[in-house]
């Protein structure tokens, strides 16, 4: 299988070199030319594999310049039980008969982020292999805070590759920045952003895009490569888990094979809920995709009406990993729906950098509302959402899984629709202990806490074992205190990778 650009399909790669570059030279990102088929029989058979097994069935028909070999070594080094607490790697909760909880924050940092970050390094490293590139790699990455801290325990001691991630100051939870700021490794660099994370994403953007900066780093004998979604192989793991999502749910007898489900995806970038939408196409029995995003509610606005528009104050809600107005993926599904109009999306594109908005045409949007749904939680809400989740279940739900539950609510209660439906969880509620404890212990119950104390206070009151990633950072010295404006982040490079 061949990749393109979603600006240019003239352009011809194979997936090693999708991976390995992970942006195409024009600026757009790469796609694959045709979508594989998975058959009812193959869903069948899957039902029977482990996590890893069925990662290897799925991305093997991606990866098609990669042996069957080298993808198994790749998923079996990623979700085994060194790496993930549990067996299962992305267990499903059952919540009522309708609803269920995939969680998918059993890995090493406690985030969704782990299900593609620990198998990427692995597919990189075979990729720089299989395409002769002799050139160290640079991992550059901007991170609205958990994909930081999953890149960097991915990437770290890999041999061939340093990392270096970009955070926006304020803009991460105090966990988040501690998992980053004490992360250890001799390959790893990490550096505050004074700004958002929409200024921090476009300041890597523009180092990739840079030609002149290209050929100083390769002068110096690297090259850049992104761990963010726009990376292929960041993106490509994460279908795999919604087809290990539904056969589970065959598996476990709560549906039948060929039963549509929904899945709600709480997301800002729009990378999560476009691997369920390839998934989709591939032959996955789904009824709705439904989006569910924080008062930064950029994709809700597209999904209803068609006009992209970030033209809008940058929120910093209780859900920081959302707080996004530049949803980079949203691309790829505007080439796939316009049937590989690259044209077009490369003017969208265009208009997006010049304007800050973009319009599609009524026979796009039309698609795009047929298998979306697009919806909004405000923080109120959120917390409203936690508490009563755990008084009526006994269920602990992080900020982000909570605006997916409330977004479902608003879904339902709009349509409706008794499809069973699978909300993708995110993170561990420990991420987020001070807005969680508030939630669930009262208004005061995290005043005068710090992160620690949170933990213990959460784990005491919800009655839940403090994932030991997270409680083990008491300890990590704090290693990395660079700070910059958003138009120094080259000079951050360049110092950090100690260029000529």
């Not at 390959?187 to 030609?211: H, L, P």
């Not at 439904?290 to 950029?298: G, P, Q």
Request: net charge negative; glycine share 6%.
């Amino acid at each position: 299988m061949k990749y393109t650009s979603t600006r240019n399909k003239t352009l011809s790669v194979t997936a090693a070199m999708a991976i390995k570059t992970g942006l195409a030279p024009d600026g757009g990102l790469f796609v694959p030319t045709d979508i594989p088929s998975i058959t009812a029989e193959d869903i069948k058979a899957l039902t029977q594999m482990s996590y890893a097994e069925r990662a290897v069935f799925i991305l093997g028909k991606f990866l098609t310049d990669f042996t069957l070999e080298e993808v198994e070594d790749c998923a079996c080094s990623a979700y085994n039980k060194v790496k993930f607490e549990t067996d299962e790697i992305a267990p499903l909760y059952k919540l009522t008969n309708d609803v269920y909880f995939l969680e998918l924050w059993h890995g090493p940092t406690c985030a969704f982020k782990d299900m593609a970050l620990q198998i990427l390094p692995h597919l990189l490293k075979k990729s720089v292999v299989k395409t002769g590139e002799t050139k160290e790699i640079v991992i550059l990455v901007a991170t609205s805070g958990d994909t930081g801290k999953a890149a960097l325990e991915g990437f770290k001691d890999v041999d061939g590759t340093r990392i270096i991630v970009f955070y926006p100051e304020k803009g991460v939870s105090s966990m988040q920045k501690r998992q980053m700021i004490t992360q250890e490794g001799n390959n790893v660099d990490v550096a505050a952003v004074c700004g958002n994370f929409d200024d921090a994403q476009s300041g890597v953007k523009m180092i990739f895009g840079d030609a002149e900066y290209a050929e100083v780093l390769e002068r110096n004998g690297f090259m850049l490569s992104s761990a963010n979604s726009i990376n292929w192989g960041r993106l490509v793991p994460q279908i795999v888990y919604y087809f290990s999502a539904y056969c589970n749910l065959l598996k476990n007898d709560e549906i039948k094979l060929g039963d549509p489900v929904n899945f709600v995806v709480p997301t800002g970038n729009f990378g999560n809920i476009l691997a369920a939408y390839y998934a989709m196409e591939m032959g996955l029995p789904i009824h709705k995709l439904i989006c569910a995003s924080n008062e930064n509610n950029v994709l809700t606005d597209f999904i209803k009406t068609g006009i992209y528009d970030k033209n809008r104050p940058f929120k910093t809600t209780s859900s920081p990993s959302m707080d996004i107005l530049i949803s980079s993926n949203l691309e790829r599904l505007l080439y796939q729906v316009t049937g590989g109009d690259d044209v077009r999306v490369a003017d969208w594109m265009k208009e997006l950098k010049e304007s800050g908005r973009y319009e599609v045409p009524d026979v796009t949007k039309a698609r795009v509302k047929e298998i979306f749904y697009g919806g909004y939680c405000d923080d109120a809400a959120t917390l409203e959402t936690i508490s009563k989740v755990h008084t009526e279940h006994g269920y602990v739900m992080d900020t982000h899984t909570a605006v997916a539950k409330c977004v479902y609510e608003q879904y339902k209660e709009e349509t409706k629709d008794e499809t069973k439906t699978v909300i993708v969880s995110t993170a561990s509620p420990f991420k987020f202990g001070d807005k969680v404890l508030t939630a669930v212990a009262g208004e005061g119950a995290a005043e005068g806490l710090d992160d620690f104390e949170l933990l213990t206070a959460l784990s005491e009151k919800a009655d839940l074992t403090i994932p030991a990633s997270l409680s083990n950072l008491k300890t990590k010295p704090i290693i990395f205190t660079t700070s910059c404006d958003k138009t120094e982040m080259y000079d951050v490079v360049s110092h950090m990778l100690n260029l000529s």
